[in-house]
């Protein structure tokens, strides 16, 4: 595999997206943590060391493990990684007085393997503040640019790169060919991963670890959820019982469409838990989204944990963790906070009676998808736009009140089915409804109203890294907005968010 130490760009999982798209696996590892509990490490045939917001020459930069010098492997520094090898090696890093950020021309030496297939001038993506001021010993450059003297450097006796632009940015025109050079003629990789492989890899993994125990699965009818439930269910058949936690916090209707979904295939291994009073109460008069969140995966894990005691045997918790929840919720040592914390993954108890089974811990969203229709599970399921753990949590800002849940949950129906009936569903990654936690002033009738303001949120996206809003028609907004206002008691204004990702998430808590 691929090792990519991330020291905390927001580009970090973009690196992993664009290997995986050549089919090699690889794994985002913190940048400042020990290699001493990365159970692969002997797998690793070359590392990437991510950009970062630090800079190099601070008192409290994150700084790789000194292993990865020894480990004899292709090191490939993006960015702040580049500055990494610069000052490890003996160069100097600087502020620069001319900051560079966009698109930059940058000659490049095509006789760099790095750089094989590329013309001498490229176009390529620049997000940096410092720069080397000079160079490290030993190395060559490789690139240059208007505002970077040294924007590549190499060394080929001890197989280390830097560039100083972001190659796995779409915005740099070459810079899929860039990662193509690094991962296949410089680190020897083979195009072999492949999602067929995931799950043979993965049932032999969870047989090994089960054994003959029982499983209890967290399904809570999403995507995530239903295709680790129906993985698991090919691994250790009826050793995997399914629990459904109805917290109140799904979208309308949720409750009956899991059943009517999985109640044949798992038949009396599927319980329906009402949990709604319990959570309700442990969430009033929370408003931080981070308590929030804390409080529902503690409450999740509680009622599982409750549940579990009725069955002999449970010895493990299956959950439907991706790669972006965990990757979110960890920080770099040292530095700044997680982005945001999953309940999946920041909510889980010290102390917890079972163990995890997280089978797609390691899968982005889009290979999440991919896995589910290998494994036949229905397109329907399959496409279903994703939902947050949290539920509605996340989407009603503010104190959770069962008056603000159901306001929401019938706007947010009508927002979809919209969005059906224009056409526009599958195509748009998210779109949803959001309850804001303020009142407005209007008129219904000749009569003042004080009523609730609901937030459309609608974009498009690969893996939920990144994301765009969509440009909806405004004949489709203006059918949302009359809808909302006229069928859900409540509501008397609509708005639309218009923010992209970064520097908004896509989820308003």
């Given amino acids: 595999m691929i090792l990519i130490l991330n020291f905390g760009s927001q580009y970090t999982q973009l690196i992993a997206r664009r290997i995986r798209e050549e089919k090699v696996y690889c794994h985002i590892y913190p940048g400042n943590e020990s290699l001493d509990f990365l159970l692969d490490l002997k797998n690793v045939v070359g590392i990437i060391l991510s950009g970062g917001y630090s800079s190099v020459y601070s008192k409290n930069a994150p700084w790789p493990d000194q292993k990865i010098w020894q480990l004899g492997v292709p090191i490939l520094g993006i960015?702040?990684?580049?500055?990494?090898?610069a000052q490890h090696f003996g160069g100097r890093v600087a502020p620069s007085k001319h900051r560079e950020f966009g698109l930059a021309n940058v000659n490049i030496n095509c006789d760099c393997c790095l750089f094989d297939g590329l013309s001498s001038r490229e176009v390529l993506w620049m997000s940096h503040g410092d720069k080397l001021s000079k160079m490290p010993k030993d190395f060559k450059v490789t690139a240059t640019s208007d505002n970077s003297p040294y924007a590549a450097i190499e060394n080929i006796s001890k197989n280390i790169y830097g560039v100083q632009f972001h190659p796995e940015v779409k915005h740099s025109l070459n810079g899929r060919k860039i990662i193509q050079n690094f991962i296949f003629k410089i680190c020897g990789s083979k195009p072999d991963w492949t999602i067929k492989s995931y799950i043979v890899d993965e049932v032999k993994k969870i047989k090994e670890q089960v054994g003959k125990s029982k499983v209890l699965c967290a399904l809570s009818g999403g995507v995530d959820s239903s295709v680790a439930a129906v993985m698991l269910h090919?691994?250790?058949?009826?050793?995997?019982?399914?629990?459904?936690?109805?917290?109140?916090?799904?979208r309308l209707g949720e409750t009956q469409r899991v059943k009517k979904g999985f109640?044949?295939?798992f038949g009396k291994n599927l319980k329906i838990v009402d949990a709604r009073k319990i959570f309700l109460s442990k969430l009033k008069d929370v408003t931080d989204p981070e308590q929030k969140?804390?409080?529902?995966g503690k409450t999740f894990i509680d009622v599982f944990e409750k549940e579990s005691k009725k069955l002999k045997g449970i010895d493990f918790l299956l959950q439907g963790t991706i790669y972006p929840d965990i990757i979110e919720s960890v920080s770099i040592k040292g530095t700044k906070l997680p982005i945001k914390s999953h309940h999946n993954v920041g909510g889980l108890p010290e102390k917890m009676k079972m163990k995890l089974i997280e089978p797609l811990k390691f899968l982005f969203k889009d290979e999440v998808r991919l896995l589910g229709l290998e494994l036949k599970i229905p397109v329907e399921i399959i496409?279903?736009?994703?939902?947050?753990?949290?539920?509605?949590?996340?989407?009603?800002?503010?104190?959770?009140t069962q008056e603000k849940l159901n306001i929401l949950k019938e706007a947010d129906n009508i927002v979809v089915e919209e969005i059906i009936n224009a056409g526009l569903y599958d195509r748009i990654w998210q779109s949803f409804a959001v309850i804001l936690p303020v009142k407005t002033v209007g008129v219904m009738g000749d009569v003042r109203t004080y009523e609730y303001v609901i937030a459309i949120r609608a974009v498009s996206s690969d893996d939920a890294m990144t994301a765009d809003w969509i440009k909806l028609p405004y004949e489709l907004l203006g059918r949302m907005s009359s809808r909302i206002i006229n069928e859900v008691k409540g509501v008397n204004?609509?708005?639309?968010d218009i923010s992209n990702k970064p520097p908004a998430t896509i989820e308003w808590e």
Avoid: S
């Fill in 79 to 85: 960015c702040y990684g580049m500055q990494l090898i």
């Fill in 234 to 250: 090919k691994a250790i058949g009826k050793q995997l019982f399914c629990i459904y936690v109805d917290h109140g916090l799904q």
């Fill in 263 to 265: 109640g044949e295939m």
């Fill in 293 to 296: 969140r804390k409080i529902i």
């Fill in 383 to 400: 496409n279903r736009q994703p939902f947050p753990g949290p539920g509605l949590a996340v989407r009603t800002v503010g104190e959770i």
């Fill in 493 to 496: 204004r609509v708005v639309y």
